[in-house]
């Protein structure tokens, strides 16, 4: 107990530090305990275990570890958490949220470095959503990246915190200029949604996601298959890929529910 305290509060006043070395090579170390917590076997004989069965353990949120089983890539076994790991996981990713919003941007790249190897074993709230959201519109090019490649990855607990990530998302793809740019933003909120099944239907019926009149006509089916959709903005185009992650596009192709969102 003494011992780790200690170890704690020197790390503490690493990333405290003022000069921004010190606080960067806090993260990586922040972010190597993280990483170690998150993918350690629950297992007494997690030492003997081989690089490729480490590997093939992933976290789900709530404390609780899933592997696949030996020779199957379906089928897992889910374990508990020790609380230890749980703990390092959580007030490490605290951490590096904070220090995301670091005044050097290398700080901030470091940090959404080492939270993109753990962010989907976080259970994140509000705050560190809002964080993310701001990261991705950061005004260093590389930092805004590596905080659009950690939203991918994210687990929002509830479709109005995904709402924030995705309203921002749409927000930078409304404001690219390049093809390659929307192209890639389009990709990200695919991603975005993938990690979310269910969620599109549920922020439809809550208003959540702007769509235009005319794209919801644009979608639905016709004798000739469904209408092209081109003469649509960036920002529609990126609804449907994130509606298409998600799995519930389909909505879009039933009339009925289709009718329930065009007389909003």
């Not at 003494?2 to 990586?28: C, M, N, P, Q, Y």
């Not at 889910?78 to 790991?85: F, G, T």
């Not at 670091?102 to 976080?122: G, Y």
Request: glycine share 8%; net charge positive.
């Amino acid at each position: 107990g003494v011992s780790r305290l200690l170890w704690a509060g020197a790390l503490r006043h690493a990333w405290e530090d003022e000069v921004s070395g010190v606080r960067r090579a806090a993260v990586k170390t922040l972010g190597s305990f993280a990483s170690s917590a998150s993918f350690s076997s629950p297992s007494p004989s997690s030492s003997s275990m081989d690089t490729a069965a480490a590997a093939s353990i992933a976290t789900t949120t709530r404390g609780l570890l899933k592997r696949n089983l030996p020779g199957s890539s379906s089928m897992t076994k889910v374990y508990a958490m020790a609380e230890v790991r749980v703990e390092i996981l959580k007030q490490g990713g605290s951490v590096m949220f904070d220090l995301a919003l670091d005044p050097s941007p290398q700080v901030r790249l470091e940090s959404l470095t080492e939270l993109h190897r753990v962010c989907s074993s976080l259970r994140l709230d509000r705050k560190q959503i809002e964080t993310l959201a701001l990261s991705m519109n950061d005004s260093n090019g590389a930092v805004s990246w590596q905080a659009r490649r950690v939203a991918t990855r994210a687990s929002c607990s509830s479709p109005t915190d995904l709402n924030i990530l995705a309203k921002m998302m749409l927000k930078i793809l409304s404001e690219t200029k390049s093809e390659e740019g929307s192209a890639t933003m389009i990709s990200l909120l695919h991603r975005l949604g993938k990690n979310h099944k269910g969620f599109g239907a549920a922020m439809l019926r809550k208003g959540m996601l702007e769509m235009s009149r005319r794209f919801l006509q644009e979608s639905q089916p016709s004798s000739g298959g469904r209408k092209p959709l081109h003469l649509l903005t960036l920002k529609d185009k990126g609804v449907q890929a994130f509606m298409e992650g998600t799995g519930d596009w389909d909505l879009l192709a039933n009339p009925h529910s289709a009718a329930s969102f065009l007389n909003r």
